[in-house]
């Protein structure tokens, strides 16, 4: 299949903007022929570093890459630091950044990668998020990825929040091409420019997360600086906490708010939110299938990666994929509440970080809140909390007292830090 053909295909006679960016607006047609970009250096098979962004240009490369059967390492500029480790772990042969196209020498070889050569098929590499231990190369063949986007279905003018080395990012500029729709490139990730690129260019789609939208909530630009254009807000990535997506639909009641859900490994899988102010979604859709283990959530999807350039493979022999999610049930309904690394076990009592967080974040002038356990010697652990207040207004006894009076015993933190909690440049809390 050539990518560019079939999408020229599609385009035809479409003469609105596809991308619209800081910059400037591009025709669909505009961005395969007017940007020339010497690729001369590279082969088929390949594997292609592209360092960029949801501009132009960076999508112009994307989709020849594809046209020449490469394996496309989608990078930014955030990650620069982590580059290296990247080139290495995915057996880069070429690098494309800014103006520059250069090849990259080293004597390794991979098996996946073999096979997607000698099928003379593109792929996809995708860098986990590396909350435990290094990130891993996480490989797609791009002929099996690319399948479920030529399914028509309808589309939105839609802000490309997620960033250009996420799949939820790659994941929207994907069924934006499909589906002849309109991709707005934001000025900047901040909540003020969100809201204002919103406003400018008529956004009816905003997918983003929940850490951007606790952000948001604690701007005080809600319910005033969001315009009445934006219907659906989405949101995926890492948890919700119910407090947040409470406060949000009773400010905004005509928007509707999503829940989305997938990962690296396994692409994003079609869900359908219970209700706008619930967690509980039904997973599932044309080629996935889920069980539940002991309160864990397994998936089978026929868009899998192959596998891990870096890493043993974590699919069993029947291809089902354990997603480390403990899940409640309700009916065909699901609901996430944490990791299984996040299960706290206080003398033998077992819970959940987010049980903690969830009420921290009801206590007011709280912005931000992260529950984690510490190893101890007589209880085998005991929980701690790090608070970000929302001014200089901190009151950290208070907050202790109000805990004790809403939690259980054994779930009330023994220290409570006040700092600012990091987010991560895919804006989650690190």
Known sequence: MNIINLLNEIWDQVDYPFIIHPTKSVKFSELTTDFNFDLSIVKPGDVVALIGDFNPISISLFLKLIDLKTIIVPLTEDTKNEHEYFFESANVDVIIQSNSCLRRNHNKNNGLIEQLRIAHHAGLVLFSTGTTGRPKAILHNLSIFLKKFQTPRPT??????????????????????????????????SVEKILNDCYRYEVELLPTTPTFLRMMLMSGMIPSKVPKCLKIITYGTERMDQPTLDALCELLPDIEFRQTFGMSELGIVRVKSEARNSLYMKVGGEGVEIKIIDNVLHIRSQSKMLGYLNAESSFDSEGWYNTKDIVECKGEFIKVVGRITEVINVGGLKFMSSEVERVALEYPNVSFVKVYGKTNPITGQHLELIVEFKDSHSDKAGLLNFLKQKLQSHMVPRRIIIENIKIGHRFKKN
């Open 156 to 189: 939105l003018r839609t802000l490309n929040f997620l960033l250009f080395d996420h799949i939820g990012g790659i994941n929207t500029l994907l069924h934006t091409l499909f589906n002849k729709g309109v991709v707005i490139v934001p000025e900047a990730r």
